[in-house]
């Protein structure tokens, strides 16, 4: 069973950093999209940032030039660094993944991030 395990999450300072980790377990495959999505309280989740293993970035623009999302050397390693946070990032961060073509998506637990003073 595929599973995917985030960590980093906490509280922030606005303006501070803070760096997510992801990585997968139970799959021989590789993961050939690799991601982070978030939903914030009453609100639908939404993509933050996704990358390729041929490293092809894509990012939501409230996100763009302050996150930055990056493979691990270990295959299926994703993290997103993210700097000069805003409050309106606080929200539940939930890795994600899948292969080429016809591919389910696959869910981490989510971790929470909360910037606020």
């Known amino acids: 069973q595929v599973q995917l395990v985030e960590s980093g999450g906490g509280l922030v300072q606005p303006g501070g950093s803070l760096r997510l980790s992801c990585a997968t377990s139970?799959?021989?495959?590789?993961?050939?999209?690799m991601g982070w999505y978030r939903q914030a309280p009453g609100k639908q989740r939404e993509l933050v940032a996704t990358v390729t293993t041929s490293d092809s970035t894509n990012y939501q623009d409230s996100v763009k030039g302050r996150f930055t999302i990056s493979r691990g050397n270990a295959e299926n390693t994703v993290y997103l660094q993210m700097n000069s946070t805003k409050p309106e990032d606080t929200a539940v961060y939930y890795c994600?993944?899948?292969?080429?073509?016809?591919?389910?998506?696959?869910w981490g637990q989510g971790t929470q991030v909360t910037v606020s003073s």
């Open positions: 994600a993944a899948k292969r080429f073509g016809v591919s389910p998506w696959y």
């Open positions: 139970g799959n021989s495959f590789t993961m050939n999209v």
